[in-house]
C-alpha cells in the first residue's frame, strides 16, 4: 500500500508499510460495531435475567455474608469495620473496597438479601461485559465474542459469586477491567507506531512523538481498586506490569526500532514506575474510612505505644502496622476446614463450597434438600486443563501473544497459591483467574472452528456446529445444576444425583 500527500501540484510518496508489518500493529477488533454491541447487550441481558431471578433466597445471610454483609453495614455507619461488643474497630483480614461495594447496595435497598447482593450482581454483569469486549478485540470475532460472555454468564462459580455478598467477584472484575485497559492500551500504542510509519517515520532513527497512555494508567487505578479488595491483586499486578513492558518491546520490534529492548527500557520504565505509584495511590485511598476515623482497628498503635504520631507519617506508620498483622494473620492461616482445597483441586472443580444447606424444607417428597453449592459448571471445567494445553501449543507454534497473555494471567491466580502448601485455601480463590481461562477455551473453539481471517467458508460452517453444540452442552449442564446453584428445594434423590463426584462434593 502506498500513501500519496499532494501539496499544490507536487506530489511526495511516503515509504510504504510492509503487509506483515501492518498485519502485526493493526488492531484485530471486527469493524460490525453495531452487532458487537447487540451481541454484547443480549448476552448481558441473558446473564442479568439468571442472577436478578430469585436473588432474596436463601432469606438470611449464607456462608461468608455473615462477615462481609455486616462489614459493609458497619462501613456506612462508622467507616470502619466495627465490633459491637467493645465498641471500637475489628480487627479484619482483607482491605475494605470489596465490603464498600457491597455498603453501596445496602445504602440504596437497605440492610437486607437483595441489599448486600445486588452489588454481586453488578459486579457480575460487568465481568460478563468486559469479557465480551476482550474477547472481540483477542480474536476479531463477534460471535466468538458472544460465546465468551455466554459461558461467563452460565458458569456455576461465575454465577453464585454473582449472588453472594463476599469480596471475590470485586477482585475479578477489577482485574479484568485491568486487562481490558491494558488490551486496549497495547492496540493504542501500537496503532501510534503504525500511523507514524504511514505518515514517512524512519523508525530506524526516531520515536513517534509524546503521548500520555491514558489506558494503561486506567488500568493502574482498576489494579489498585482491586488491591483494594484483596491482597492476592498482588500477582496479577506483577505480571501485568511485565506484560505492558513485552508488548511494548515487540512493538517496536515489529516496528524495525534497531534497538528495541533498550528503546523499551529508556521509555518505558518511568510510565511502569508511575503505574505503580497509582497502583499504591489508589490502594490507599481506599483506606479512606480508615485514615478520617479515630476508631479504626490500630488507628492509634503508635500513641498506644506511647510514641509520637506526626500527621500524615503517624497515620501511615499505624496502617503498615496493622498490615504486618494482617500478614501474619494469613500466614497463620492453617485451621483445617470441611471445604478447603488446594489449587491442583480447583482446576479439575474437586471440591467446590457449599455456601448453604438445608433439609428443613418442604417439596413434596419425604425427603427433601435445598443447597447453594459454589461449583463451576462442570463440563465447562473440565475444558480448561485441554484449552490451555491447546493455546500453549497454539502460542509455541505461532509464537501468538494472545496466547500467553492468557496463560500468564491463569498462571497468576493458580501458581502463587501453591506456595503456601500449609494455608487453608478455598475454591473461590480462582474466581479471578476464571475469566481467562473461558478465554482460553474460547480460543481453543476458535482454532478448531476456523475463525481466522483466512478460512474458508465450510470450514467457519462448522465450525459454528462445533462452538453451537459446545455451548448448548454447557448451558445445559448449568440448568441441571441449577437448583443446587440457587437453593431450591428438591427431593433428597434429585440432589444426591447431583454429586457427581460423591464425597469431593459432598
Known amino acids: 500500500m502506498t500513501a500519496i500527500a499532494e501539496r499544490e501540484d507536487t506530489a ?4 510504504s508499510v510492509a503487509p506483515d508489518v501492518r498485519e502485526r500493529l493493526a488492531p484485530r477488533a471486527p469493524d460490525d460495531r453495531l452487532r458487537g454491541w447487540l451481541i454484547t447487550g443480549a448476552v448481558v441481558a441473558i446473564a442479568a435475567v439468571l442472577r436478578l431471578v430469585g436473588l432474596v433466597h436463601p432469606r438470611g445471610m449464607i456462608f461468608d455474608e455473615v462477615y462481609y454483609a455486616q462489614d459493609a453495614w458497619d462501613l456506612l455507619h462508622h467507616g470502619v469495620e466495627w465490633d459491637d461488643r467493645n465498641g471500637s474497630g475489628a480487627f479484619v483480614a482483607h482491605p475494605p473496597l470489596g465490603k464498600w461495594c457491597i455498603a453501596l447496595g445496602e445504602w440504596l435497598f437497605g440492610f437486607n438479601e437483595f441489599g448486600w447482593r445486588i452489588s454481586a450482581v453488578v459486579a457480575s454483569l460487568i465481568s460478563v461485559f468486559l469479557i465480551i469486549r476482550i474477547a472481540r478485540r483477542l480474536f476479531g470475532s463477534s460471535v466468538l465474542a458472544g460465546v465468551a460472555g455466554l459461558l461467563m ?3 456455576g462459580m461465575a454465577f453464585v459469586t454473582g449472588r453472594t455478598a463476599l469480596l471475590d467477584v470485586f477482585l475479578m472484575v477489577f482485574v479484568l477491567a485491568g486487562f481490558y485497559f491494558l488490551v486496549r492500551d497495547r492496540e493504542q500504542r501500537r496503532l501510534r507506531w503504525l500511523r507514524a510509519m504511514e505518515n514517512g517515520l524512519d523508525t530506524t532513527r526516531r520515536r513517534p512523538g509524546f503521548a500520555v497512555p491514558w489506558w494503561r494508567l486506567g488500568a493502574a487505578v482498576m489494579l489498585g481498586c482491586g488491591l483494594g479488595v484483596k491482597w492476592s491483586a498482588v500477582w496479577y499486578i506483577a505480571v501485568f506490569m511485565a506484560l505492558i513492558f513485552v508488548w511494548e518491546w515487540r512493538a517496536r520490534r515489529s516496528a524495525g526500532v534497531r534497538h528495541a529492548f533498550r528503546d523499551t527500557l529508556i521509555d518505558e520504565l518511568g510510565w511502569l514506575f508511575l503505574f505503580g505509584v497509582i497502583v499504591g495511590v489508589v490502594y490507599l485511598a481506599t483506606w479512606t474510612g480508615w485514615f478520617i476515623s479515630d476508631d479504626g482497628w490500630g488507628r492509634h498503635w503508635a500513641e498506644s505505644q506511647g510514641r509520637g504520631e506526626p500527621p500524615i507519617w503517624g497515620a501511615i506508620s499505624n496502617l503498615i502496622k496493622y498490615h504486618e498483622d494482617v500478614l501474619n494473620f ?3 492461616l492453617a485451621s483445617p476446614h470441611t471445604y478447603q482445597s488446594w489449587p491442583w483441586q480447583w482446576m479439575l472443580d474437586a471440591r467446590p463450597v457449599a455456601y448453604y444447606w438445608s433439609t428443613e424444607v418442604d417439596c413434596g417428597a419425604t425427603s427433601c434438600a435445598a443447597e447453594v453449592l459454589l461449583l463451576g459448571t462442570p463440563l465447562l471445567w473440565w475444558s480448561f486443563i485441554p484449552a490451555l494445553i491447546a493455546v500453549a501449543v497454539w502460542g509455541l507454534a505461532k509464537r501468538d501473544w494472545r496466547s500467553w497473555a492468557l496463560l500468564v494471567s491463569v498462571a ?29 477455551v474460547v480460543f481453543a473453539l476458535g482454532m478448531i472452528g476456523g475463525y481466522g481471517r483466512t478460512a474458508t467458508v465450510e470450514r467457519r460452517l462448522t465450525g459454528a456446529f462445533i462452538v453451537a453444540g459446545y455451548v448448548t452442552v454447557v448451558a445445559l449442564c448449568f440448568a441441571y445444576f441449577y437448583p443446587i446453584y440457587t437453593g431450591m428445594a428438591i427431593p433428597y434423590d434429585d440432589w444426591y444425583a447431583r454429586m457427581w463426584l460423591d464425597k469431593l462434593w459432598i
Do not use: K
Request: glycine share 2%; no cysteine.
Open 330 to 332: 494469613h500466614e497463620q
Open 12 to 15: 511526495v510518496s511516503v515509504p
Open 412 to 440: 497468576a491466580g493458580f501458581l502463587p497459591w501453591m506456595n503456601y502448601p500449609d494455608r487453608t485455601m478455598f475454591y473461590f480463590y480462582a474466581l479471578p483467574a476464571e475469566p481467562f481461562l473461558i478465554l482460553a
Open 153 to 155: 454468564a452460565v458458569d
